[in-house]
């Protein structure tokens, strides 16, 4: 028989058929049926909190006053309704106000302007889905579904005042500073040619009266760390100097506007296989193949989603956050073939049927690939700072080289997820101790490679007068002035994630109406440490190459399905 039908809602379509001519392909025996589904779907809840944003940034749209306790002098109110202290009327300073009057130094020179796109839209889903499911008899059934998302309006917010490094000369001049302090120190910075400095670069923007400060650390630190970006924000917001030059807009320092700037993709291969519940047997297993491509993360309340360089936003379309290459999942439950009306001891009485009768097995397995992870390097190279903690690092390695680099490493000094070899950490004293420098040392212990340098990160060289620049076995490097990584964002997965559970249960009839159930549960049966990178941020986080603690494993997960081995017995009596 040929099933068919066409449900239609509101924007929800489904099919289910098997046309005609494909008798000949599947049979006419009614086993095979193909599915299919569209659906467009609109998100609510990040449209109103992403435009809360605005409110609380543009300074003079909103105050904040609280009621005063007259008698303590604190918002703490102890009072009845009918007495409660007076409460001042906000001072709202005088409107309309312009740019320049939000960017003083009550905003640190670096005030916000937030607009929203008036033609800003609720962002909008589309999906359909298209599958075959065959009955291959044992009671099991096969199903093959294509799966496609996408989206070409998510929120998102653009800072339309990004700083300026290129086309003022601010970067080549930073270049030249940064130049004079490796060849002659902090003290030359602003250096003349001479004899004693034939190679100096003399300086033509950084000297002058619009910026200056080049013996203090804020400026310095940021010259020598290769952030020429930061440096940008530096003169703006602390020295409130350089606006004409490094915005814009000179009279702001964010211009932040909210509007339907993102997309994403998803396309996903699934299949699964279910038997229904028949001679004690039932289960049913699944497995996804997935790719969730994105260029908003979509991780966080507010949708800002700022981008490192607005003339760049194809850097942002990589993997989403939240995607999980491969996920197998199996569940199962077996009663096993003794006692009254089953394989073994069908014909038992009431006692050897209590007795060897009424047991079952169960289990939930579940197999993935992980949490994608970026090789960061977040300094404000190209950007500020505050715009670039995705910004990922650069290596002379391949996509390839770079995979087999992933995995679980357990050493004494640590457990890794990027293999150890290639981050500064000495594994020769790590692993066997040792002297080193006069010093013995037990094994476990962290010392890097160089000495002098910072143990446990995975490159050196951003400061031009700390030396050496590399390490024996170093692959991930710092980005240069005014350039971003050239590795792909979230294309690693971490740690593979295993977990079992299962569960024996014995069921005692009592009457015909009422039985005792015994169950002995078990989560995390084979009591595996599933390592993960966890945590806010953390797979920008662990993986930033200036970190001591690079591509360390920090932590298991705290959920049921990740925590050490639990057993728990339980009873309940049923009727």
């Not at 939000?102 to 607009?115: I, S």
């Not at 270049?175 to 490796?182: P, T």
């Not at 997820?417 to 981050?423: A, L, T």
């Not at 639990?566 to 009727?575: D, L, M, P, S, Y």
Request: hydrophobic letters at 40%.
């Amino acid at each position: 028989e040929v099933a068919a039908f066409l449900e239609y809602d509101d924007r929800l379509i489904q099919f289910a058929q098997l046309p005609d001519g494909l008798g000949t392909l599947f049979g006419s025996d009614g086993r095979t049926v193909i599915r299919g589904g569209y659906r467009m779907s609109y998100v609510n809840d990040q449209l109103v909190v992403s435009q809360q944003n605005s409110v609380g940034l543009n300074d003079g749209l909103s105050a904040t006053v609280s009621a005063l306790n007259p008698a303590t002098g604190t918002a703490n109110l102890n009072a009845r309704a009918s007495a409660l202290p007076t409460i001042p009327t906000p001072a709202f300073r005088n409107l309309p106000r312009s740019f320049a009057t939000n960017n003083t130094a009550t905003q640190n020179f670096f005030g916000t302007v937030f607009a929203i796109d008036p033609d800003l839209q609720t962002p909008r889903i589309e999906e359909y889905n298209f599958g075959i499911q065959r009955e291959i008899g044992w009671q099991t059934a096969l199903e093959v579904r294509y799966v496609h998302g996408r989206s070409n309006n998510l929120v998102r917010g653009l800072d339309l005042n990004q700083v300026r490094i290129f086309d003022n000369g601010f970067l080549a001049d930073f270049n030249r500073a940064r130049n004079n302090i490796a060849l002659y120190g902090n003290a030359q910075v602003n250096c003349t040619v001479s004899a004693a400095r034939p190679d100096c670069q003399p300086l033509q923007l950084l000297n002058t009266a619009a910026f200056g400060g080049l013996t203090s650390g804020s400026v310095l630190n940021p010259i020598r760390a290769g952030d020429v970006g930061q440096l940008a924000f530096v003169y703006l917001s602390q020295a409130g100097v350089g606006n004409s030059v490094l915005l814009h807009n000179p009279n702001t320092g964010v211009a932040d506007l909210l509007t339907n700037g993102a997309k994403y993709r998803y396309n996903a291969l699934q299949t699964e296989i279910r038997r229904r519940f028949s001679d004690g047997l039932t289960f049913q297993a699944n497995y996804t193949f997935q790719k969730s491509l994105t260029d908003a993360p979509g991780t966080g309340q507010t949708r800002f989603e700022p981008l490192i360089d607005n003339a760049q936003q194809d850097l942002e379309y990589a993997t989403a956050d939240t995607d999980t290459t491969h996920v197998f999942n199996l569940n199962t439950i077996y009663e096993l073939p003794f006692g009254r009306g089953k394989r073994f001891f069908g014909g038992a009485n009431g006692v050897t049927d209590r007795i060897l009768g009424g047991w079952q097995v169960t289990s939930i397995i579940r197999l993935d690939s992980g949490t994608p992870f970026s090789i960061t390097d977040p300094r404000g190279t190209l950007n500020r700072a505050g715009r670039s903690a995705r910004q990922s690092a650069f290596t002379n390695l391949s996509k390839d080289e770079l995979k087999k680099l992933v995995g679980v490493f357990r050493e004494p000094c640590g457990v890794f997820f990027i293999n150890p070899e290639v981050i500064n950490i000495n594994l020769d004293v790590c692993r066997n101790g040792g002297v080193v420098s006069g010093v013995t040392h037990a094994v476990g212990t962290l010392l890097p490679r160089v000495p002098g340098t910072t143990a446990g990160v995975a490159s050196l060289g951003y400061d031009p007068l700390t030396g050496p620049k590399t390490f024996p076995g170093q692959v991930f490097f710092n980005v240069a002035p005014g350039q971003t990584g050239n590795i792909e964002r979230n294309f690693l997965s971490g740690p593979t994630f295993f977990n079992w559970d299962a569960s024996i249960i014995k069921n005692i009839r009592i009457t015909e109406s009422t039985r005792f159930q015994i169950r002995a549960e078990a989560f995390n049966v084979l009591n595996r440490a599933n390592f993960g990178i966890i945590g806010a941020n953390a797979q920008f986080v662990q993986a930033n190459i200036n970190s001591a603690t690079f591509g360390r494993l920090l932590q298991t997960p705290t959920t049921t399905t990740g925590a050490p081995r639990v057993i728990q017995f339980a009873g309940r009596f049923e009727f």
